[in-house]
Every structure is written in C-alpha cells, then in structure tokens.
C-alpha cells in the first residue's frame, strides 16, 4: 500500500467540489440556484471505498457515487440531491 493510499484510509481524504444550488426563479432572486463550494474530509471508510472502487477498475461514475455517498454525511439532503444531479449531468 503506498503512503498515499495508507494515510487517507486511516486519516480520511478531503474532497473538492463544486454544486449548483436552488431553485429555478427570477435572477438575482434569493431562490435563484447558485454555486456552492464544498471542501470536506472524507472519512477513512470512504477513502478506502475510493482506493478499492479505483483498484478494482471502477469507472469514474462509480467512484463519484461513492463521493457522494460520504458527502451526504456531511450536507442536508437537498444539497446531496443537488450533488446527486450534479455528477450526473457534468460533462466527463
């Protein structure tokens, strides 16, 4: 195991995101989605989800659901749903 892979499995790993979100209304308006910037440590359990999911030849969708997953421990569950949308209409 390299010392990458062995300190996020046993200290976490931080993730960098970014998600729009909100609501579809009137620009300027307080509904109006907007960008959110999300930097949050990942606990071990899903860093070691990440290495193994990476390992085992999983595919960029995978390893963002995994992502996801750890994020939603961390954000309400309209910001997980909007994460959710997110991932699935980035461009790859």
């Not at 509904?31 to 070691?48: G, K, Q, S």
């Amino acid at each position: 195991m390299n010392a990458r892979r062995q300190a996020a499995t046993h200290r976490g790993l931080v993730v960098d995101t970014r998600a729009r979100l909100g609501f579809t209304a009137a620009p300027g308006t307080t509904d109006d989605a907007c960008i959110r910037h999300f930097t949050l440590a990942l606990p071990p359990y899903y860093a070691a989800r990440l290495f193994d999911g990476q390992g085992a030849g999983a595919s960029e969708q995978q390893l963002c659901d995994i992502a996801v997953e750890g994020l939603g421990e961390f954000v309400s569950a309209t910001e997980v749903a909007a994460l959710t949308a997110w991932k699935s209409n980035s461009p790859r």
